[in-house]
């Protein structure tokens, strides 16, 4: 029976029946005319999931790994199923030399990038801007946006099939994460290795704040005289 210890006895001349463990638990079983990947892989992975296969062991032999969190300003692309793909290889690797292995998942919040997006969203929705809404609305309508494609976001990984524990699954502006970036910026602020000064910045007028030069388009004007 499915889920349950199969035991196979064995009569060997004369001698009292002998119980051999077969295997422990049954995997998924189906019946088809044809290969249903859709099916057959989504249940195998809720099987493994069930069984805690990917949770970490109480041993001393460790092995961990952070997922580099993917931006929950979209979904997933052939590049983070390249990254997936290595990494779970990696870590079913470290498994089967007996190492207990904790590979760790989670999203990040993209910063700008998000705000931009979430800020052309409600502006086509309602035609308001997060001034129009408060910082605490906007905030709101923030993790409205996270819980939609974060989700999204876990449904591609486990549908691609990595092994990651989804028991320690984070996202960069849960409180604790953020509390920790905060330290960390207090810290090298005290150490004098950042500090406050007078330099040329990348200024939007559009969003009112200074943003990276890797969002920047940079453009040579030559005045012709």
């Known amino acids: 029976m499915a889920g349950q210890i199969m035991l196979q006895s064995l009569r060997v001349a004369n001698r009292s029946p002998i119980k051999t463990c077969v295997r422990a638990y049954a995997a998924p079983v ?18 493994w999931q069930k069984r805690g296969l990917f949770a970490p062991k109480r041993t001393d032999n460790k092995f961990t790994m952070l997922l580099p969190p993917p931006n929950v300003t979209g979904v997933l692309h052939i590049g983070h199923a390249l990254t997936l793909s290595i990494q779970d290889a990696i870590a079913r690797w470290n498994r089967m030399h007996g190492r207990s292995v904790n590979w760790v998942p989670g999203t990040d919040h993209a910063g700008i990038s998000m705000q931009s997006v979430v800020e052309k969203k409600l ?55 953020s509390q920790v970036v905060r330290d960390a910026f207090i810290r ?38």
């Open 188 to 225: 090298l602020y005290d150490d004098g290795l950042v500090y406050r000064t007078t330099k040329m910045v990348n200024w939007s007028c559009a969003l009112q704040s200074v943003i990276s030069d890797i969002e920047v388009k940079i453009r040579c004007w030559i005045e012709m005289l």
């Open 123 to 177: 502006k086509r929705e309602t035609g308001q801007t997060r001034h129009d809404l408060g910082r605490e609305a906007f905030v709101d309508e923030v993790w409205k946006w996270k819980q939609q494609h974060g989700d999204r976001i876990k449904q591609q990984t486990t549908r691609i099939g990595a092994s990651l524990n989804w028991a320690e699954e984070y996202f960069t502006m849960d409180p604790q994460h």
């Open 30 to 47: 189906h019946k088809f005319e044809k290969y249903e990947p859709k099916v057959v892989e989504s249940d195998w992975y809720a099987w």
